[in-house]
């Protein structure tokens, strides 16, 4: 109990957006990705995802949870719907899905509400990513369902403090999708083994190191100077405690920015790449459509979804 705290208390969680979308056709999205965490509640209709060749359906009243990093194949709404190929959202994507300021059970169309959040340890580490967490829906958990639907309530609204009260049930909606996972054993990995990241501050000050030096040199040589430990060492060390090498990891932070700056920015691929560290732009093409299995251009493209 007292290590669940202790990462509880180590996540920085932050609030993203929130919204209602219609279902005007049902689509497919081939490969669906996201870096921040996004919760989706359906209001009416379905929405099926598939995922290691297993296919799921979330229907009216629940929710589901999709981790920041599982790509997986999705489908909103009922019946035949539209494929999206090319793993991108197609440029028409306003004549399938559209934003709407009410949900209802009672509409002619099929609808859902989404929530976006991120949740780092120490402001760095993707956590659900970490433990390897795959999508799930919950289910039959009332107290769960209406702090999601406070978030979209105070969301719609320009009351006094509504940022704040949001903000605080991201908080709780986090802390209670922890307490969901640990009661239905749904950690592929437990989470208590990230008490080791409490033990050794040296990795903390890599954690933090490489978050605000993207753009530098972040050899290993230069990871053994921020840690304090040889050059021959700091790859081990840092692979015991996490699980995977600092080379692996730095490039995922870069590629989780680079998605951030497609999402949020005009910037043009080649300009991303160099702010990114990355001297050769097709280089970064490359290693990003071998991480994400699409594009930095497509990606963009299907960022508008999360627009609406």
Known sequence: MKDHNKIIESLDIKFIKARHIKVLQPLTIEHFYGVENILIIVNKGQICYTQDQSEHTTVA???????????????????????????AIPDDHWNYLQATQETSCETDFDNFSYVTFDAKIFGSVNFFTSLSIPPFV?????HFTDIFKRILVENSTTTIGSSRVIQSSVEQLVV?????MLRNNLFLEKPVIHNRYFKDKRLIKIFDYVN?????????????????????????YFKM???INPQDYIEYQRMEFAVKLLRTTKK???????EIGFKD???FC???????????????????????
């Open 212 to 236: 605000k030096n993207l753009k530098g040199n972040l050899s290993n040589r230069t990871l053994a100077k921020v840690a304090q430990v040889s050059e021959d060492y700091v790859g081990q």
């Open 61 to 87: 009243g629940e929710i589901l949870f999709i981790p920041g990093g599982s790509p997986i194949k999705i489908t909103y709404g009922t019946g035949d719907s539209i494929n999206s190929h090319n793993t």
């Open 268 to 274: 043009s691929v080649q300009d991303i790449s160099k």
């Open 281 to 283: 732009t097709a280089y």
């Open 241 to 243: 405690l996490t699980g």
């Open 138 to 142: 919950v289910r039959g958990d009332k």
């Open 286 to 308: 490359r290693r990003f459509k071998m991480m994400f299995g699409i594009s930095a251009s497509k990606m963009r493209k299907r960022e508008i979804l999360m627009s609406i």
């Open 176 to 180: 209670e999708m922890i307490r969901y």
